[in-house]
């Protein structure tokens, strides 16, 4: 790959070269507001499959999706929260992934071996208008070889630069903080449980607790 495939975040056209690129099976590197993904369609079989290649990740490891709107969750998920728990901002858009019951509306091969699905809204100008603009759920993990450290510039990932048909260059991302997001599994009415945690966790837990009267999943022994 050449460098003329990295491209500055505030190129002119960005957006419609992504879309374009993704609509014909691609894969591109992106700035998100915790760490650098690897971004691809989850209607493109081929372009999901990529992404597992370029990662060395387990087919059997499922993928997250960004979507633009969080009317958008109502349409691949079946949210426990309200439209108005999820969109105080104190949720969405943020640091935070939120794991719901998948709709059927989602393609049979993405994560086909699991019943939840993991959806984030990033707090990044670029990837909101991005999914915005899609109207399609976007794949999304995190920029690295699986089990290596995240990154948070693009070169901690230029080893996968000639795998991807685009690297998005935003620097050093403010968040400066590799743990990525916080993931909540919101699956089970009334609860939740922290899958990981990520950036600005503590305040996520109080957030459920206190405004939207969720308590913590117990642990069966």
Sequence with gaps: MSTTNIVSVNEDNL???????????GVIA????????????????????RIYEIKGR??????????????????????????????????????????????????????????????????????????????QPIALTSANISNESSSLCIEEFKTLWPQVDLVIDAGLLASNDRRGSTIVDLSQNGYFHIQREGIDCERIVRYLEEHCHLQKQPIVL
């Design 58 to 135: 387990s087919f059997t490891k499922p993928l997250a999706i960004a979507v633009g709107y969080v009317d958008d969750i109502f349409t691949w998920a079946k949210p426990t929260l309200t439209k108005e728990q999820l969109a105080t901002g104190d949720l969405l858009p943020g640091p935070v992934t939120l794991m719901f019951e998948r709709q059927s509306s989602l393609p049979s091969y993405f994560n086909s071996n699991v019943t939840n699905i993991a959806i984030r809204i990033p707090n990044c100008q670029f990837m909101i208008e991005l999914a915005q603009r899609l109207n």
């Design 15 to 25: 957006i419609d070269r992504c879309i374009s690129i993704l609509k014909n099976n």
């Design 30 to 49: 992106v700035p998100t507001d915790t760490i650098y993904g690897l971004a691809a369609l989850v209607n493109s079989e081929q372009a999901v499959q």
